[in-house]
């Protein structure tokens, strides 16, 4: 471990001497027979490439914790089940990976137990709009495991080529669209895949203030086709009219050619970005850049998150200290905080890694010697709060059939949130929320 | 198998005359080739991009070859992802479809053995009944077993995939008809008066007479139970379980999300696509004398 | 005339264990059984499951046949449907059509290369239609697929296979691509059973090859058709792995209730509704069972005296 890396000396001493002081403690209250007994076993459900590699620093650095590491499925198959298993009452984890974007539809079945008086310590060396994706106040599920706060990226020889400066307000992008489309037809501005990648979407809307579905007491506030929807939809609507950007689905063959090529000016990315695109885009390295996203209000720089998931602990676990250890200390530690950074390619979620000067100072030749992460970085600490529905997969899927069906041609997508807005209320009332 | 059936060429030989029938069998053959050749296209575009490197995939022409042959580097990667999961998950494809296919084929041939030969209470409709399960849709069932495995604790076990996947209606539909038609009465009731008991005859007269049936029966159900997708997607839960159609699956919907990890796996993919058909073909081709006859029979009722 | 070399002689044993009354429940048993476990009863529990209604808030209650009475009239259901319908009309003569025309000219033997053409057209069925769609997903590319490529070469418009309007011919064509072949070799079997002599009798008296197949060969194999044409309308209206896969590259065409059974695990991944995804599991099976009746039904009184 490099010395550039390690947190402040004293805080880490004072916390490592607090938890061996702890342990000893509970150690000694512990039956002399217990002491002796096998370590506790914590099961981790994750879908993490590699992730064998942090469990095993975690093992050796725990002795009376064995961390036994499964991956039932990424994302959705994973979700069913724990779904089952909360059915059955059995077969579920100690600690398992979730994505921000479920926590609260899992909070609505008691999925997840409190760790806050375990994790509430940690509070600050995470980002407050992250902090605020695993808590409640003081109520604490999960600890972030990967984030991605957003930013542009661009083909900076394209806008050079058409005498582009990096728009950094909305009106300024759609304006860059246009004339970059006018000179060549066969060049957009982005790839804007509303009937494929809801959660996309939903990125851009975050930092607007959209609050589709909150909570008001006991009652459910669904607000998905409110004024700032309506904005939002209108100015993509415009673009799509103009003929200015493309509506095809993201994350396929043809797709990372239009990025390669250069037929996508820009791409609207997360923070996991910058190294995806690297890995897909083969001839266009070097022309690169990144600069902060576009802006609705230049006083109030604000952005959203796309993707990310966080490490939650089971309510059923029968070993809460341990299961929260876990999920806390494969977060925070340096080793395999960093660990992720470089094998895994997460893009960090400790202010002490986006700060960190390896991480941070990083210039890929892919942006031309870019600090690309700097950018990112800012947007990480500027993501606002944003309240997640407890039905986000209906939520989802809502959104995908309606954006999906506006572009196929019924409608505009104004209509396609008045659509969602009936569809998701219908569900709700369905499922038994008292809607406001 | 191969020549055509003597009458039928006596048939031409009568009715046309030497050079048209030998124009008229190049057109013929031109037009099969086309359909051939269709048939080939996507598998062509597998192989060849087996070939190619990520950035080659995206960029190159899909028929045409790379800027360099990657083809060992590609199956290097394939094997050594994720700690050698695919070998992992082609075991497991081979292991489920194998223990599929032999079961399918005793408890098929052994049901339409009692359906041919026996003459029982219920016969008529419970024949109707395994016809009828055919064509119960998949979502109907798949979910009900997987809560049900649950319930009885065995979930996320490969028994919750090769014992379903041993059911085999149109099997016993298959070889009720074989059996009908290849099992002459005489001889079993020749065997019962010298004393064989049931179990006996059914082992050493039926089963060998039934040979080419049973083994298309065991064919089909291996192949069903390779390409089945559905089943082991829902029943199943760990990775080290799981067949070569969702773990392929899983890494193409990876590919597909991009967020968070931002691996991108295709050339392994494609790759995994091209060595998982490869044990398939090969079956057909070592078992093609068996199947071709098989079928025969099962196909004329 | 007992000259079977494993009939044993047995004196005392008549029949061993297993008499002849038994035999036949004997040897049902292990299907039988396997059919109850991992058909009946997980049927029986989705007809249980349909009956209630699961709710994020609140839980299970009981809901009789409401379910049931919402699927009739849930048109995201018939839409599916339709789009099914539409398909099968199009796709199951097409793919059957062509199979059959193949079998013909394969017995004939009026080809060259035989085997290989058997072999060649089997072939896709041996893929998994997960790879089989992974595969004509990246051949269908709107901008940088191989087809694509050659039209722009050939400067021709290139072919959009994943528009609205295309993408029922496309997700045809895959699933006639994978199993054509399939129906080609059980109507090339049925062929080669027909017995030899009335190839010879009926050019005897005078027949053309093609009168030969249409008023000899063609009813002798219609109980292959037909077993063929009930398994594509089952196949049909089950569609769920193609579009499935599909989704993801033609979000705008396929949604989530592009096909009935798409709908149901929709309904259960996503909306957590399993008592009604069962219900429209149910009324999808019943449409089926329905359609196949029908179909045998119409065809029967067709062909009078069979």
């Known amino acids: 471990m490099t010395k550039s890396f390690n947190p402040p000396g004293r805080t880490m001493q004072r916390r490592d001497f607090l938890k061996a002081a702890g342990a000893t403690v509970a150690v000694a209250a512990l039956p002399a027979a217990v002491r002796a007994a096998e370590p506790v076993k914590v099961l981790l459900w994750s879908w993490v490439p590699d992730l064998q590699l942090e469990v095993d620093q975690f093992n050796a650095a725990h002795p009376g914790i064995k961390v036994e590491l499964v991956n039932a499925g990424q994302g959705n198959p994973e979700y069913q089940a724990v779904r089952a298993g909360l059915k059955a009452g059995s077969g579920l984890p100690d600690v398992v990976q979730i994505e921000y974007q479920l926590m609260e539809t899992f909070r609505q079945v008691d999925a997840f137990a409190d760790i806050g008086q375990y994790a509430n310590a940690h509070k600050g060396e995470f980002p407050p709009g992250l902090w605020a994706q695993v808590s409640k106040g003081d109520v604490v599920n999960g600890m972030p495991q990967d984030f991605g706060p957003m930013a542009m990226l661009y083909h900076k020889d394209i806008f050079d080529k058409y005498g582009i400066t990096p728009p950094t307000t909305w009106a300024e992008y759609a304006e860059a669209g246009k004339k970059i489309h006018a000179a060549d037809p066969n060049v957009f501005i982005t790839d804007a895949p509303f009937g494929a990648n809801a959660d996309w979407v939903l990125g851009l809307l975050w930092p607007m203030g959209w609050k589709p579905v909150s909570r008001d007491g006991d009652k459910l506030v669904i607000n998905i086709n409110d004024k700032i929807a309506k904005g939002f939809a209108a100015y993509w609507q415009d673009l799509i009219n103009a003929g200015v950007v493309e509506t095809k689905p993201g994350f396929n063959n043809e797709w990372y050619t239009g990025l390669d090529s250069g037929r996508y000016a820009t791409w609207l990315a997360a923070g996991w970005g910058p190294l995806f695109l690297t890995s897909v885009a083969k001839t266009s390295v070097g022309k690169w850049r990144a600069a902060d996203l576009p802006q609705w209000d230049k006083s109030k720089f604000a952005t959203g998150a796309w993707g990310g998931s966080a490490l939650a602990v089971m309510k059923t676990t029968q070993h809460l200290p341990e299961a929260a250890e876990v999920a806390i200390w494969l977060n925070t530690d340096p080793a395999p905080t960093k660990l992720y950074t470089t094998k895994q390619n997460f893009f960090p979620c400790t202010n002490a890694l986006l700060s960190s000067p390896e991480w941070a100072g990083a210039k890929p030749e892919f942006f031309g010697g870019q600090e690309v992460n700097k950018v990112f970085a800012k947007s990480a600490a500027a993501v606002s709060t944003f309240e997640w529905s407890p039905f986000q997969d209906f939520l989802y899927q809502s959104m995908a059939d309606e954006f999906g069906a506006s572009i196929g041609g019924k409608g505009t997508l104004s209509d396609a949130f008045d659509r969602i807005q009936d569809a998701v209320v219908t569900y709700a009332k369905d499922q038994g929320f008292t809607v406001a | ?301 | 005339m007992s000259n079977s070399p494993a009939a044993t002689k047995r004196p005392g044993r008549s029949g061993g264990f297993a008499s002849r009354k038994l035999a036949p429940y004997l040897f049902l048993t292990p299907f039988v059984l396997l059919f109850i476990a991992f058909i009946v009863a997980p049927l029986v529990y989705a007809f249980y499951m349909s009956l209630y209604r699961d709710t994020l808030v609140g839980g299970r209650h009981f809901a009789g046949a409401a379910s049931y009475i919402k699927v009739t009239g849930d048109a995201k259901f018939w839409g599916g449907v339709w789009n099914l319908v539409l398909f099968g009309v199009v796709q199951v003569p097409i793919m059957l059509g062509l199979a059959l025309l193949f079998a013909i000219v394969l017995d004939r033997g009026q080809v060259y290369a035989k085997g290989l053409f058997r072999l060649g057209f089997f072939l896709p069925y041996a893929v998994p239609s997960v790879i089989a769609t992974i595969i004509w997903g990246y051949l269908y590319g709107p901008n940088f697929g191989p087809f694509t490529q050659i039209a722009k070469a050939l400067s021709i418009p290139p072919p959009d296979f994943l528009s609205p309007g295309a993408m029922i011919f496309s997700l045809a064509n895959m699933v006639t691509w994978e199993y054509a072949g399939y129906n080609m070799v059980i109507y090339y079997a049925a062929l080669k059973a027909i017995p030899s002599d009335l190839a010879e009798a009926s050019r005897i008296d005078g027949a053309s090859s093609w009168q030969f197949a249409r008023l000899i060969q063609l009813p002798l194999l219609w109980p292959a058709i037909l077993l063929t044409i009930i398994f594509s309308i089952n196949g049909t209206l089950q569609l769920f792995n193609e579009p499935y896969l599909m989704r993801s590259l033609a979000s705008n065409t396929i949604n989530s209730s592009y096909t009935p059974n798409l709908y149901a695990y929709s309904l259960a991944t996503q909306g957590q509704q399993y008592g009604y995804a069962a219900a429209v599991s149910f009324v999808l099976g019943i449409v089926i069972a329905g359609a196949s009746y029908i179909f045998t039904l119409i065809t029967n009184r067709r062909r009078p005296g069979q």
């Open chain 2, 1 to 301: 198998m191969m020549s055509a059936t003597p009458d039928i060429a006596t048939f031409d030989a009568a009715t046309r005359r030497p050079g048209e029938r030998r124009r008229s069998r190049i057109i013929l053959t031109l037009l099969l080739s086309l359909f051939l050749i269709y048939s080939f296209v996507p598998l062509i575009y597998l192989v060849l991009s087996s070939t190619k490197t990520n950035g080659d995939l995206f960029a190159t022409f899909g028929f045409g070859l790379g800027t360099e042959f990657n083809l060992w580097q590609n199956l290097s990667d394939l094997l050594t992802r994720d700690n050698g999961i695919f070998m992992r998950w082609m075991f497991n494809s081979v292991v489920y479809s194998t223990a599929a296919g032999l079961g399918a084929a005793i408890f098929a041939t052994a049901a339409g053995y009692a359906f041919a030969k026996f003459k029982f209470v219920g016969r008529k409709p419970l024949f109707a009944l395994v016809l009828g399960a055919v064509m119960i849709p998949q979502t109907a069932l798949v979910v009900p077993i997987f809560l049900l495995l649950a319930l009885s604790g065995l979930s996320d076990n490969p028994l919750g995939v090769i014992l379903p996947s041993m059911i085999s209606p149109i099997g016993v539909y298959l070889m009720r008809v074989y059996i009908e038609q290849a099992v002459d009465d005489e001889l079993l009731d020749a065997a019962r008066i010298d004393g064989a008991g049931e179990l006996v005859i059914f082992r050493a007269i039926v089963l060998r007479l039934v040979a080419p049936g049973m083994v298309t029966v065991a064919l089909l159900s291996f192949v069903g139970t390779w390409n089945n997708y559905f089943l082991p997607l829902i029943v199943l839960r760990s990775q080290d379980y799981q067949p070569i159609t969702v773990g392929l699956a899983t890494w193409y919907q990876l590919a597909q999300q991009g967020g968070g990890g931002g691996q991108v796996l295709f050339s392994i993919i494609i790759t995994g696509a091209l060595v998982s058909i490869i044990p398939v073909i090969a079956a057909f081709l070592l078992l093609q004398r068996f199947w071709q006859g098989g079928l025969t029979a099962g196909s004329i009722k």
